[in-house]
């Protein structure tokens, strides 16, 4: 039997960032299960003669992000000249689509499936595309920690303290990674020896201005840059608490790989985190930053609640969260 050969797109796939986890995950799970995937990240990379010819033998291509997508096949004059899926994002449904609708729309209607990761999603595409309901489908998120290299965690070097927060989150406005600063500082009153530790990559120069700033400011304020996906189980496990504070999100992989590693999560209460938790029982979700002050002092001081919130953190990853059920959906999608 003939394998099937898929070119996938995606923005990043160099740069550790969200859809780079996701393409290298889909990469590793479709050709286990004997597909010929081809990646094309194409905001990094440049159109070859090598990458020509594999797009003539592509059976199908796959696309990740339909509005940088659409972004970018327009600075390019690229067609898409093979039948497509689209897996669509946060920031595609979220933002783009409500604010563009037309710009995105040929690109959706001629695709042969769209996949969204959450119910949330699905509904609110639906409602301002006005598609057939089984023309999207929820195929929800996994955690994955690609095998280590050589050189394993040498030279990375994280501060030391009680309690360690850490928010995996590259620096853009999205990600609103000052909220937690006034939350901390409160709690950091209490708690002297607290460490607040931003990881993600510089996305943004005012963003990253505003973080630098802090470092300076604050002993307990830390920022590093994005490190190998493959380094990440490490630093889940140095951390004591793992919080995400997304204005908007499609489903953060951070919050499911928090809680793979049996770490309790904090998250702003929106559709993306609300996919992944239930309030008090696998994590907590706050509204504003007294909220989130509350959430982070509750799991410093309630031991039970802590291990509580971490055992079923890692049972709804391992129930509902696995790359198994991932990849055969989206096989079962190429096959039709």
Known sequence: MKKLNVLFFTPYYHQSRGNSATARRLEQGLNEKGVNVTVFAYEEDSITRELIA????????????????????????FKLDRPYVITSGGTDINHSLKEHK?????????????????????TNLLKILKFHENFVQVIPQTPYFPERGKGGKDG????????KILLPAGLRPVKDVLFAVASIQKLQMVYPDIIFLILGANL?????????????????????????????????????????TSISEGQSTSLLEAMHEKK???????????SII???YNGLL?????????????????????????????QTVKEKHTMKQEIESYLQIYTQ
């Open 102 to 122: 037309e710009k995105y729309l040929p690109i959706l209607k001629e695709a042969k499936a769209i996949t969204v990761f959450t119910d949330d999603a699905k």
């Open 264 to 274: 309790p999560v904090a998250a702003r209460n929106i559709p993306g985190n609300t």
């Open 156 to 163: 990375i070097h994280f501060p030391s303290g009680f309690p």
């Open 54 to 77: 594999q797009m003539e033998q592509a059976d199908l291509f796959h696309v990740l992000q339909f509005a940088r997508f659409t972004n970018w096949c327009e600075k390019n004059d």
């Open 278 to 280: 239930s309030h008090g």
């Open 204 to 244: 943004d120069d005012q963003v990253y201005k505003q973080v630098n700033s802090l470092t300076s400011k604050f002993e307990w304020f830390h920022y590093r840059s994005e490190i190998d996906l493959s380094l990440m189980r490490d630093v889940y496990q140095w951390a004591d608490i793992v919080v995400n």
């Open 286 to 314: 706050f509204d504003d930053q007294e909220g989130l002050y509350r959430s982070l002092k509750r799991l410093i001081t309630d031991r039970q609640l802590y291990e509580r919130i971490c055992f079923h953190g890692y």
